[in-house]
Protein backbone atom coordinates (compact mmCIF):
# COMPACT_ATOMS: atom_id res chain seq x y z
CA UNK A 1 0.00 0.00 0.00
CA UNK A 2 1.35 3.62 -0.79
CA UNK A 3 1.67 5.32 2.47
CA UNK A 4 3.60 8.29 1.64
CA UNK A 5 0.97 10.75 0.69
CA UNK A 6 -0.37 13.30 3.17
CA UNK A 7 -4.11 12.33 3.58
CA UNK A 8 -7.35 15.07 3.59
CA UNK A 9 -8.73 15.12 6.85
CA UNK A 10 -12.45 15.51 5.63
CA UNK A 11 -11.88 13.03 2.75
CA UNK A 12 -10.07 10.29 4.51
CA UNK A 13 -9.27 8.02 1.30
CA UNK A 14 -7.80 11.56 -0.84
CA UNK A 15 -4.72 13.09 -0.73
CA UNK A 16 -4.07 16.80 -0.12
CA UNK A 17 -3.17 18.59 -2.91
CA UNK A 18 0.63 19.10 -3.70
CA UNK A 19 1.05 15.78 -1.74
CA UNK A 20 1.50 13.75 -4.48
CA UNK A 21 4.41 15.74 -6.25
CA UNK A 22 6.77 13.29 -5.77
CA UNK A 23 5.27 10.72 -8.03
CA UNK A 24 4.32 13.39 -10.70
CA UNK A 25 8.00 14.10 -10.27
CA UNK A 26 9.98 11.11 -10.09
CA UNK A 27 11.80 12.09 -6.57
CA UNK A 28 12.76 9.00 -5.97
CA UNK A 29 14.75 9.95 -2.86
CA UNK A 30 11.96 10.19 -0.83
CA UNK A 31 10.03 7.22 -2.12
CA UNK A 32 10.48 4.11 -0.73
CA UNK A 33 11.58 0.93 -2.80
CA UNK A 34 7.49 -0.29 -3.40
CA UNK A 35 6.74 4.00 -4.01
CA UNK A 36 9.31 4.16 -6.58
CA UNK A 37 8.08 1.33 -8.36
CA UNK A 38 4.35 2.34 -8.20
CA UNK A 39 6.19 6.05 -9.30
CA UNK A 40 7.94 4.56 -12.59
CA UNK A 41 4.43 2.28 -13.06
CA UNK A 42 2.38 5.55 -13.11
CA UNK A 43 4.83 7.42 -15.32
CA UNK A 44 4.78 4.86 -17.83
CA UNK A 45 1.26 4.69 -17.95
CA UNK A 46 0.97 8.33 -18.25
CA UNK A 47 3.11 8.36 -21.18
CA UNK A 48 1.75 5.74 -22.56
CA UNK A 49 -1.47 7.96 -22.67
CA UNK A 50 -0.40 10.77 -23.60
CA UNK A 51 2.05 9.61 -26.83
CA UNK A 52 -0.64 8.97 -28.93
CA UNK A 53 -1.79 12.34 -28.57
CA UNK A 54 1.37 13.63 -29.63
CA UNK A 55 1.62 11.95 -32.82
CA UNK A 56 -1.98 12.34 -33.98
CA UNK A 57 -1.45 11.49 -37.58
CA UNK A 58 -1.02 7.79 -36.44
CA UNK A 59 -4.84 8.00 -35.70
CA UNK A 60 -4.16 5.89 -32.36
CA UNK A 61 -5.32 8.37 -29.65
CA UNK A 62 -8.22 7.52 -27.35
CA UNK A 63 -9.80 10.81 -25.67
CA UNK A 64 -11.23 10.00 -22.15
CA UNK A 65 -14.28 11.32 -21.10
CA UNK A 66 -14.06 14.99 -19.26
CA UNK A 67 -14.83 13.64 -15.97
CA UNK A 68 -12.09 11.04 -15.71
CA UNK A 69 -8.26 11.31 -15.01
CA UNK A 70 -5.54 9.13 -15.10
CA UNK A 71 -4.88 7.93 -10.60
CA UNK A 72 -2.26 6.20 -8.44
CA UNK A 73 -4.60 3.41 -6.67
CA UNK A 74 -3.20 2.66 -2.68
CA UNK A 75 -2.41 -0.36 -4.27
CA UNK A 76 -0.09 1.32 -6.40
CA UNK A 77 -2.15 0.41 -9.87
CA UNK A 78 -2.52 3.27 -12.14
CA UNK A 79 -6.08 3.37 -13.88
CA UNK A 80 -8.88 5.74 -15.01
CA UNK A 81 -11.38 6.82 -13.44
CA UNK A 82 -14.17 9.32 -12.04
CA UNK A 83 -12.43 12.51 -10.85
CA UNK A 84 -13.93 12.99 -7.55
CA UNK A 85 -13.87 16.66 -7.72
CA UNK A 86 -15.61 16.43 -10.99
CA UNK A 87 -18.86 17.90 -9.94
CA UNK A 88 -17.89 20.59 -7.63
CA UNK A 89 -15.84 21.74 -10.30
CA UNK A 90 -18.58 21.81 -12.54
CA UNK A 91 -20.37 24.15 -10.16
CA UNK A 92 -17.38 26.52 -9.48
CA UNK A 93 -17.25 26.55 -13.53
CA UNK A 94 -21.07 27.57 -13.31
CA UNK A 95 -20.81 30.09 -11.24
CA UNK A 96 -17.34 31.45 -12.55
CA UNK A 97 -19.01 31.27 -15.98
CA UNK A 98 -22.19 32.24 -15.44
Keep these: MILFFAVSPDLPDKVTHGSDLPIHQLRLSVLTPEEAKSARN ?3 ALQKAIQPALNPSKGEFIQQKDEK ?8 DSVWAEDWRWNRLQAVKQAVRG
Design 69 to 76: VLILTAYG
Design 42 to 44: FQS
